[in-house]
């Protein structure tokens, strides 16, 4: 069974939201925040095993997206 996921709407008032979040931001502070970010969601997640697959996802698509 797959465990249970944001909707899409959801997901997109997510994605405005941190963008917005991002753009408030001096660029200096985006890194820390991500950072930060990342460490208090995978705080909520009570298995590590998700949080690493998540952390491996993110690096990928962004490797994907280097070598474009």
Not at 23 to 33: M, N, S, T, Y
Not at 39 to 57: F, S, T, Y
């Amino acid at each position: 069974m797959n465990a249970p996921t944001l909707p899409f709407a959801e997901l997109e008032k997510v994605y405005e939201r941190l963008a917005e979040t991002l753009d408030e931001l001096p660029e200096a502070q985006e890194r820390l925040f991500l950072a930060q970010l990342a460490l208090a969601l995978a705080h909520r997640v009570p298995d590590l095993d998700p949080v690493m697959a998540a952390i491996e996802e993110a690096r990928c698509g962004v490797v994907e997206t280097a070598s474009d």
